[in-house]
């Protein structure tokens, strides 16, 4: 309190003293008895030791009001990924006045501020004005009280990647551009005015019906170069032997391997297994999109990029037109992008955990929405998993079992995992599961793949769970309240899944989201 116990004492010892005298004298000498004049001298102290309780009381109960309320106010600064110390105090200001019931006694001035220490320690301050029942009779018409509260913005480490949808369906309705508007919001707020914060990292999956995992440090030997692996070279003619499609890709002219791959057999597909060199199926196949036949004969083929060098018209010979593995010695391919050729549908590379902010922000900037081959959820957020994880193919991310780092993941869909539906003998696009046709998933119809990849979306989302990372899944303008249920069931809480149904409310969702993540850096 800024008026001490002594001074106000002081006060109410001179003023009362002196009326006491008066009142003294009139009662001495109305009954002029012994009793009665210390009776009056003992009355104005009796007196005043009453209002000071009374009136401490209330102020006592001001303060304690002050404090919790400024206790709250300094948890959401500590919180806050503010820098700026206006935004802090702004902040401070609005979680003080949310909690003071300013109906009842006490009037608050502005909270005050402190510069943040060096440690990141914040110092807030604030007081009040109380006004005086009793102690009002000696012109004691107020007390002054006061609270102050330290919070510490002792930061931890954040590993936090995003996974986010790429497929042709973001071209509409401005989708992508708000995605890349929120997602750079997001990490903005979390860089705040640093640029390469040592205890954040961040890093961006692009997916679509594949994954492109080509990063700088991309280590060859994860690769299936021998192909060896299960499903290396599947659609191609095994009467000729094993089909690298790595050979393929050296084989043509003007196309290399953009970087995108085959999910890998069950169960490796949902699982975070190191890829080893003695076990090829833990190792990952190029993604390499086959020439289609060139007769479509009304079939649809999505995929014809060269001439197919045998001829036969026959579903059989339609077949074999496909798997001619000789008619890539030596091509030329007329077509590239994301509608034709071999990487045909291979988003932009995922970006491995960083701590560079322009880096970030420029990937984001680059993304773009790609046709063909669906929406593979599943492929998406295995890869995300991936990359949080400190085991190979990318160890970035920490141990899991280092306690001052924080992993997070958000997952974001446009729309339901699904196939692209063709009516020739593949059934499907090519995409991270190969062709329908193959039954890899032990389905042959677009409704079964759906719901086998639906399948593959929830034990992904436990597995990563499991793994201690937070979970929160996002919906960005979709119309199927099963996706959402599965989304809603698949965040690590139910307030962790956000609904989006506009540009706006999905910038919203990403906002709330970093301010979450900021929570978990704090420690008091």
């Not at 062709?435 to 929830?458: C, E, F, P, S, W």
Request: aromatic residues 8%; negative net charge; glycine residues 8%.
């Amino acid at each position: 309190m800024r008026n001490s116990l002594h001074h106000i004492l002081q006060r109410l010892i001179t003023r009362g003293s002196h009326r006491g005298v008066r009142l003294t004298f009139r009662f001495a000498h109305d009954t002029g008895g012994a009793f009665a004049l210390i009776f009056a001298l003992l009355l104005i102290p009796i007196m005043l030791i009453v209002g000071l309780a009374v009136d401490f009381n209330r102020a006592f109960i001001v303060q304690q009001r002050l404090e919790r309320a400024l206790d709250a106010a300094a948890l959401a600064v500590g919180a806050t990924p503010a820098e700026e110390e206006d935004a802090m105090l702004e902040m401070a200001q609005t979680f003080f006045d949310a909690n003071y019931n300013d109906s009842e006694i006490g009037t608050p001035g502005a909270v005050t501020m402190a510069p943040p220490d060096e440690d990141g320690s914040v110092n807030l301050s604030v007081s009040a004005e109380v006004d005086t029942t009793i102690l009002s009779a000696v012109g004691i018409d107020t007390l002054d009280v006061s609270a102050d509260t330290l919070a510490r913005r002792a930061v931890r480490g954040l590993e936090f990647v995003l996974v986010l949808d790429n497929t042709g369906s973001m071209s509409g309705g401005n989708k992508m551009a708000s995605l890349r508007t929120a997602a750079s919001d997001l990490v903005t707020i979390l860089f705040g005015d640093q640029d390469e914060p040592d205890q954040l990292k961040i890093g961006l999956v692009p997916f679509v019906g594949t994954v492109n995992i080509k990063a700088d440090s991309l280590d060859m030997a994860w690769m299936d170069e021998e192909g060896d692996a299960e499903y290396h070279g599947q659609n191609f003619d095994p009467a000729t032997g094993t089909t690298n499609h790595f050979d393929l890709f050296d084989q043509i002219g003007n196309a290399e391997w953009k970087g995108c791959v085959e999910m890998r057999p069950e169960p490796l597909d949902t699982l975070d297994t190191p890829p080893t060199a003695g076990d090829p199926d833990t190792l990952f196949v190029p993604f390499f999109a086959p020439d289609e036949p060139d007769i479509s004969s009304g079939l649809g083929f999505g995929n014809n990029y060269l001439p197919d060098g045998i001829g036969g018209t026959g579903n059989n010979n339609r077949k074999k037109r496909q798997r001619n593995a000789a008619k890539y010695n030596g091509a030329i391919i007329a077509v590239s992008g994301s509608t034709r050729g071999p990487n045909r549908g291979c988003p932009q590379a995922l970006l491995p955990l960083t701590n560079d902010k322009d880096l970030l922000l420029s990937e984001i900037d680059a993304m773009e929405p790609w046709n063909g081959g669906g929406t593979n959820i599943p492929h998406g957020l295995a890869w995300g998993w991936r990359v949080l994880s400190p085991e190979p193919p990318f160890t970035e991310g920490a141990s899991y079992d280092d306690t001052d780092v924080e992993k997070a993941l958000v997952l974001l869909t446009d729309g339901r995992n699904q196939g692209i539906s063709r009516l020739g003998h593949n059934k499907s696009d090519y995409a991270g599961y190969g062709y329908l046709a193959q039954q890899r998933l032990g389905v042959n119809n677009i409704t079964q793949l759906r719901n086998a990849l639906d399948a593959k979306v929830i034990e992904l989302c436990e597995r990563v769970k499991d793994s201690g990372i937070r979970l929160y899944t996002v919906t960005f303008q979709t119309n199927s309240s099963s996706l959402e249920d599965m989304f809603r069931d698949c965040a690590s809480a139910p307030e962790l899944y956000f609904d989006a149904p506009s540009s706006d409310e999905l910038r919203q969702s990403f906002n709330a989201i970093a301010f979450d993540l900021s929570n978990l850096r704090i420690s008091r």
